[in-house]
């Protein structure tokens, strides 16, 4: 069980860092303070080492690149206004946890308002996009797979305008 | 790989719902609204089905009893004043994050205070517990794998007062 744990850590598919970076710090119990939407001992990434797909979106990896052992990865994403990320679908799921401001969910085709707290769950394949059409950031926690497939991104146009009403 | 997840899905180890009651939904995307700590078509259950070593907590599976695929389970819990969790260990680890009230975690013998989107990882085997010391409630997401190991209770008696300072 160990030995498998450790095997899919080392194979991960969308994160920066390299099994080895992942590895430097041992798989110890720890308190990661919140202060101001930063975490104390977590950096501030970007959202995907490409551009063009995406806007204005940082990225902090809570849990998943420290060799810590379980089957997902906690991620904080925040969203600038006017940012949105890329519109894609892969086989691995979301769940994402609204925690700052408010924004919107693509979810194939349908936009929804979303806000503090509410709670997203994108089943496999479904295409999606996570935008920001407020004037204040938006955040949320996304959590995944430990070990997953990279996403295909889906061509069209972002409409990144508030929804009416 | 998709064969794979559903058989590590059928088989939970400490979650009260039944694999029949478990594949009633169909795996697919959906939204729970937030309110006053509840989610729209969650509902609030029994910490533990067996008394004795917790006291005052519930708890709300967001994801993880509808027959969802990720290899993790999100659930909310909430600690009434005075209340604790059991004080045990067990292989899989817990990803915690603090979004109601204030209250403390004791890991391996010593007591943390945590609060507001505090994050919490509690690796392997380690002796754990959360306890609420004040007079409001204390609430907080916990993420798990999906497939996990059943608690091992660790004798003691529960020390609820506050921490000094």
């Known amino acids: 069980m160990k030995k498998e744990l450790k095997k899919q850590q080392a194979a991960p598919s969308c994160d920066w860092q390299t099994p080895a970076a992942r590895k430097r710090t041992a798989n110890s119990s720890r308190i990661c303070r919140f202060d ?3 975490w104390s001992g977590v950096k501030k990434e970007r959202y995907k080492p490409e551009p063009g797909s995406w806007h204005s979106i940082a990225r902090q990896v809570l849990v998943g690149n ?13 969203i600038a206004p006017q940012g949105f990320s890329s ?29 503090g707290l509410d709670m997203i769950y994108i089943a496999p394949n479904t295409p999606h996009q996570f935008l920001n059409t407020e004037a204040e950031p938006f955040g949320f926690f996304c959590i995944v797979n430990a070990e997953r497939d990279r996403p295909t991104l889906i061509a069209g146009r972002t409409q990144n305008k508030k929804l009416p009403g």
Do not use: M, N, Q, T
């Not at 420290?66 to 925040?78: A, C, T, V």
């Not at 679908?89 to 609204?98: N, P, Q, S, T, W």
């Open 87 to 115: 519109y894609e679908r892969h086989e691995h799921e979301h769940v994402v946890i609204c925690v700052r401001g408010r924004g919107e969910v693509k979810i194939g085709k349908r936009r929804h308002a979303v806000e």
């Open 36 to 38: 101001d939407f930063r």
């Open 66 to 78: 420290r060799g810590e052992s379980p089957l997902f990865h906690l991620r904080y994403f925040e």
